[in-house]
């Protein structure tokens, strides 16, 4: 199998790390049962403990990821060990193209897409806001042909030079677009919510498994906060 490495559109299903477990752990039925779920950033700390508990749910994952950030293998291997099947891209969800070629490669993957993780990350200052447009975009046709679909947006808890005031303002357009998205999806039912997380990535993954779940059916343009907790 290819290590991950960076990619282009071009050769986008060439350079996918897909496995299939070699010995299947048993699929027990949870909170996301059935449900594909689509996880930007998944080499930092919230993205890692969001795939675990997704798959943990009954969920199949996809996650990005950037080329000498965290271990891809790992989390694919963490993910199949609870009996799903898991995709690890390794691209730039900020290029367009790049998202373009992710969606096509999650749908030949998976067949369709329920749940999208917009984990936004502070890996620059101002923060980048590009991949929450881009590729929701690129998946909302997807989403709409599946009963129940929702989108999460969620970003680091600190920023790297001033992390009062750029978590502030990561927070405030989190909060913005999530209300705007949630008001012009509602008409083809898809739901649109948002987490600030604290420090506990536990309890926000935990966070993210509820908004998922139909048990959050009438969440929509929703912010739930645990910077304080």
Known sequence: MDDPAEISAADLPRRVVAREPSSPAPRRAGALAGKVALITSGDTDIGRATAIRFAREGADVAFTHLAGHGDAHALVRAVEREGRGCLAVCGDVDDPGFCEALVAAVIERFGGVDVLVNNLVARRTPPSFFSL?????????????????????????????????????????????????AQNLVRVKIRVNAVAPGDDHDLTAGDLVFLASDAAAGYNGELLDRRAQ
Do not use: K
């Not at 590729?135 to 001033?162: F, K, V, Y």
């Open 133 to 181: 447009f881009f590729l929701t975009r690129r998946l909302l046709p997807h989403l709409r042909d599946r009963p129940g679909a929702n989108i999460i947006n969620t970003a680091s808890p600190r920023a790297p030079d001033d992390p009062v005031r750029d978590a502030e303002a990561i927070r405030a357009a989190i909060g913005t677009c999530t209300r705007s998205l």
